[in-house]
């Protein structure tokens, strides 16, 4: 591994030279953001991303069966690629308003932290590299992923990654907050739904005893009882539930969206199990119908913390003076360990009440985010992470 | 095919036809000639900071249209005039533009000042309460007085039904356009109903047009000029420019009621001044737009207000109750 001296004496001024793209980042970051790209149709906004793409004079972009659109800036030796890639789903409906407000020192609006800002670095990158004349030996393919969100379940990434033909050194994924995330390593997860309903034939004139929220209730209580190891660490996220329509008429459905996560496969395969058989259990005993749809899985994975990759990392953040906050990650980086490459998680500035649709950024710890990411990226082409 | 409708074919865009920015800016360069955009404010922090960095981002960084972005403020209470002057917008108080003159505060006063302040040969004016601002709102509007010398005045207009079945349907402007503007015009100046969203606040004006003309400083500002401008050079002067929706908040039906009071006194005030008001004696159509398979057309409606005179003329009635 080079010595990454030079590179680190360098970094701190990159940071107050990144301010001058201020409007050119902010103004994509608002065009990306305002266009609805839910799960599944993030085809305008992809387009928009492609047009960018185009006009940074990279003639190779182009938008995959898959839906992803990818850009490739060329290296001057081009033997492998870093890919850098920014999910450009969200998790909100195209009938929610989209409209982004700037402030001085904010931008609020949905989806802006997850992950208009992480897009907009993406897509500003190609004019900032060229207006510092930074030239990369690596190819560097830009990708906004589809499909990566809920039940989209990383299927972007995973068509690239099994499809195309560019060979992928290293690779990094944008998110739009925290600054200072680094993550190396994918938990173990699977993530389902559990829905319950009130079979057609329920004889109505049992007052009031059956109703699918109160099946759905007996489910998460019996969640709720299963033991789970404190090491390895293991968690149930139970995300949403829904159900009913009314006050007065009984619920014929209800639908509980929940997590497994731990850092020990077979215990997620393990608890995966038991809430298969409280789902059978329930069901047969209130003879509601319930189901269990598990669709998505990770596998836990990645590199060491001491790994060469992690460790420029931790470099670059030291001489910007940014806090590593360590957290493993169940994004596009499990798709690429998964296929044995080398890849970090990285997040752009600092956010609040993200998944609302007030979710709002600061302006100010960008140019720490970008220096970070680009910093990673010269370490990485510079052959310091080897 | 009447002259108005061959008016409309010839001078109504889709800003989709001026997508290709580099081109109009190597024609701008070529022609000489310099861009200024004016943003009049009063208390707009809520949308003018993207409104700036949109601006300041596509149209002077990336493409260099626009040679200024000013922002003319007629003392908001708000942090308005921070936002701006963040994000790099030339900042001024409309009652510092010209301090002898009276003060008066209005849009117009802004508007008007932007003249004295700005240096461009073309004045483009976007208000800053646009939400889902885009750089097609001014580069959609100077487009054809960069690419046509004999177009003037460019105004913009709204027209993107979000679902319609069947091939006509209406379209037009807002609720004062449709009551009051639109009839006003179809009485007295039957051309300019040729213009879909008279009122709208977004318009792009050569220098030597706006320093002829007068200015009100209130609601009438907009109605005065496509007067002014017609009766000066005619309809030909006029282009117009569709640039898809455009999201502010609505105004409630009182402060209608307000903007209509003073059009209608800046109307009167120049129709009088040019002898029309005996024109409306004689004209009875009615002219609103629809457009058929993506074709505006104006919408010819006979409306002949006849009436009966007093009963007491009539002799049956005379006969019947008066003898």
């Known amino acids: ?386 | 095919m009447s002259n108005l409708e061959n008016w409309i074919n010839k001078n109504t865009y889709h800003h989709s036809e001026f997508w290709d920015i580099k081109q109009l800016v190597e024609v701008k360069e070529k022609k000489n000639l310099t861009i200024s955009l004016c943003l009049p404010t009063l208390n707009e922090e809520k949308t003018i900071g993207k409104e700036v960095i949109i601006f300041k981002s596509e149209l002077m960084e990336r493409y260099p249209l626009l040679d200024e972005i000013a922002v003319i403020d007629s003392g908001s209470e708000d942090k308005t005039l921070e936002v701006a002057k963040n994000y790099g917008a030339d900042t001024y108080l409309a009652s510092e533009i010209l301090p002898g003159l009276e003060p008066k505060r209005g849009k117009g006063e802004n508007l008007w000042k932007a003249i004295y302040q700005l240096k461009g040969d073309i004045i483009v004016y976007v208000d800053a309460d646009i939400s889902n601002i885009h750089p097609r709102f001014v580069y959609g509007l100077v487009a054809p007085l960069i690419y046509r010398d004999e177009v003037k005045y460019v105004k913009g207009f709204y027209d993107r039904p979000l679902a319609f079945s069947g091939n006509i349907r209406p379209s037009g402007g807002g609720r004062v356009t449709e009551i009051l503007v639109r009839p006003l015009f179809s009485l007295f100046f039957p051309d300019l109903t040729a213009l879909i969203q008279p009122l709208s606040g977004e318009y792009a004006v050569r220098r030597e047009v706006l320093e002829q003309i007068a200015f009100p400083i209130g609601y009438g500002v907009e109605t005065s000029h496509l007067i002014d401008v017609y009766h000066m050079y005619g309809l030909e002067a006029f282009a117009q420019t569709d640039l898809d929706k455009r999201v502010h908040e609505n105004k409630p039906t009182q402060a209608l009621g307000k903007m209509s009071f003073g059009i209608l006194q800046t109307f009167i005030k120049r129709a009088k001044a040019l002898g029309v008001l005996n024109k409306a004696e004689h004209t009875t159509l009615l002219r609103q737009f629809q457009v058929r398979q993506d074709q505006y057309e104006q919408n010819l409606i006979e409306i002949i207000e006849e009436e009966r005179p007093p009963m007491l003329e009539i002799e049956e009635y005379r006969d019947k109750f008066k003898s």
């Open chain 1, 1 to 386: 591994m080079k010595d990454i001296k030079s590179l680190k004496k360098e970094l701190p001024d990159f940071a107050e030279k990144l301010k001058k793209y201020r409007e050119l980042l902010l103004a994509n970051l608002v065009m990306v953001g305002e266009i609805p790209a839910p799960t599944f149709h993030e085809s305008r906004r992809v387009e928009f991303i492609l047009n960018r793409f185009d006009e940074a004079g990279m003639t190779d972009s182009s938008i995959d069966d898959a839906g992803n659109g990818i850009g490739v800036l060329s290296g001057t030796d081009n033997k492998a690629a870093i890919l850098l890639n920014a999910h450009a789903d969200t998790i909100f409906s195209d009938k929610t308003d989209h409209t982004m407000q700037v402030s001085s020192d904010t931008i609020t609006g949905p989806g802006v932290a997850d992950n208009a800002i992480g897009l907009a670095a993406m897509i500003t990158l190609p004019y900032i590299l060229d207006d510092l004349n930074i030239k990369l030996e690596n190819d560097l393919v830009l990708m906004a992923g589809v499909k990566s969100l809920g039940r989209g379940n990383l299927e972007g990434m995973r068509f690239f990654l099994e499809k195309s033909s560019i060979k992928i050194k290293n690779a990094i994924c944008i998110e739009g907050i925290q600054l200072g995330r680094l993550s190396y390593s994918s938990i173990g997860m699977l993530r389902g739904e559990i829905t319950c309903r009130v079979p057609e034939t329920y004889d109505w004139s049992r007052f009031g005893d059956s109703s699918a929220i109160l099946t759905l209730n007996e489910v998460i209580n019996k969640i709720n009882d299963m033991r789970l190891p404190r090491r390895p660490r293991t968690s149930i996220v139970m995300g949403s539930i829904e159900g009913g329509t009314s006050f007065n008429t009984i619920a014929r459905d209800a639908t509980l969206r929940f997590e497994v996560r731990s850092e020990s496969q077979e215990v997620v395969e393990r608890a995966g199990e038991t809430i298969n058989d409280i789902v059978l259990e329930v069901s047969s005993k209130t003879g509601d119908q319930v189901e269990l749809d598990i669709f998505a899985k990770r596998i836990p994975g990645g590199i060491p913390y001491a790994h060469p990759l992690t460790r420029c990392a931790r470099v670059v953040m030291e001489s910007l003076g940014i806090e590593p906050r360590l957290a493993p990650s169940i994004s596009e980086l499990s798709a690429l360990i998964d296929k044995n490459i080398p890849a970090l998680t990285l997040g752009v500035t600092i956010g609040e009440r993200t998944f609302k649709t007030n979710e709002t950024i600061q302006i100010e710890p960008i140019y720490k985010g970008l220096a970070h990411l680009i910093g990673t990226i010269l370490a990485i082409d510079g052959g310091y992470c080897e």
